[in-house]
């Protein structure tokens, strides 16, 4: 909210609200961090918490703020990380700059991955997208690549695209999915929902076992060459593919 009425109104913000909602500090470390010279505002450290700046003039140990809300970035997520602000162990958020996990607005996982499962994981402040792409009445599509414990029956095609399969414990039956069959125990495996365990639960359904899963795809927008383990921000033209309705 404050960011979208700084945006609209193209006002100067109060250097003390950028800095905390951007996570570089608390609104009371912010006289600390100007007194010990970390930030500039035009090349100028004579600076005091409550004056009003232009926020593409302030720079923090030399480099340029952060963007400013909305953001939306994609993560190659690593096997092993939770995705949650609250994990006991490794979270999804260690990946990205320790002040990413204080900004204001959140930073939100867009739906969530399995502690195990690998690829794109979008994380947005952006409440809209969020709910766009979360929704379950949009059906936007997730590609996975799943590897099995056991042999593929050649039976799952049809189960799967028959809007029939019932998972344990539902009472709704899921909608038709699309499996490619790439080998005997590698499939890719397209969904339009977003169920809890949804994918390993299918396959459970059908007596086999999902051993890796990675997700390469989120409606139009690719995972592509980003390494595991590393993040980048989106182009604005991918946030509009993301904002298209489904398919590759
Ligand atoms: N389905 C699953 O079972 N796990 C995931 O992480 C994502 C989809």
């Given at each position: 909210?404050?960011?979208?009425?700084?945006?609209?109104?193209?006002?100067?913000?109060?250097?003390?609200?950028?800095?905390?909602?951007?996570?570089?500090?608390?609104?009371?470390?912010?006289?600390?961090?100007?007194?010990?010279?970390?930030?500039?505002?035009?090349?100028?450290?004579?600076?005091?918490?409550?004056?009003?700046?232009?926020?593409?003039?302030?720079?923090?140990?030399?480099?340029?703020?952060?963007?400013?809300?909305?953001?939306v970035?994609m993560?190659?997520?690593?096997?092993?990380?939770?995705?949650?602000?609250?994990?006991?162990?490794?979270?999804?958020?260690?990946?990205?700059?320790?002040?990413?996990?204080?900004?204001?607005?959140?930073?939100?996982?867009?739906?969530?991955?399995?502690?195990?499962?690998?690829?794109?994981?979008?994380?947005?402040?952006?409440?809209?997208?969020?709910?766009?792409?979360?929704?379950?009445?949009?059906?936007?599509?997730?590609?996975?690549?799943?590897?099995?414990?056991?042999?593929?029956?050649?039976?799952?095609?049809?189960?799967?695209?028959?809007?029939?399969?019932?998972?344990?414990?539902?009472?709704?039956?899921?909608?038709?999915?699309?499996?490619?069959?790439?080998?005997?125990?590698?499939?890719?495996?397209?969904?339009?929902?977003?169920?809890?365990?949804?994918?390993?639960?299918?396959?459970?359904?059908?007596?086999?076992?999902?051993?890796?899963?990675?997700?390469?795809?989120?409606?139009?927008?690719?995972?592509?060459?980003?390494?595991?383990?590393?993040?980048?921000f989106l182009e604005?033209?991918e946030v509009?593919?993301?904002?298209?309705?489904?398919?590759?």
């Amino acid at each position: 909210m404050f960011f979208e009425l700084v945006r609209k109104a193209n006002y100067d913000m109060r250097l003390d609200k950028l800095l905390s909602s951007l996570g570089y500090c608390s609104r009371r470390e912010v006289r600390a961090l100007l007194r010990e010279g970390h930030v500039t505002v035009s090349g100028s450290s004579r600076l005091s918490p409550d004056m009003h700046v232009e926020p593409s003039s302030v720079s923090v140990d030399g480099e340029a703020l952060d963007a400013l809300p909305p953001i939306v970035l994609m993560l190659n997520k690593p096997a092993g990380h939770e995705c949650s602000h609250a994990a006991s162990g490794p979270s999804v958020y260690d990946c990205l700059p320790d002040r990413f996990r204080v900004r204001n607005p959140t930073l939100a996982c867009v739906g969530r991955l399995d502690k195990d499962t690998t690829g794109l994981l979008l994380l947005t402040d952006d409440g809209e997208l969020l709910h766009a792409l979360t929704s379950p009445k949009k059906h936007v599509e997730k590609a996975y690549r799943v590897t099995l414990r056991d042999t593929l029956k050649g039976t799952e095609v049809a189960l799967f695209a028959s809007g029939n399969l019932l998972l344990d414990g539902e009472e709704k039956p899921l909608l038709p999915a699309v499996l490619l069959v790439l080998g005997e125990r590698e499939a890719e495996l397209v969904i339009c929902e977003g169920r809890f365990h949804q994918v390993k639960r299918m396959f459970e359904a059908c007596g086999n076992e999902v051993v890796s899963l990675h997700r390469a795809r989120v409606g139009k927008l690719e995972l592509g060459t980003l390494p595991e383990g590393e993040w980048r921000f989106l182009e604005p033209l991918e946030v509009e593919l993301l904002r298209q309705p489904n398919q590759a």
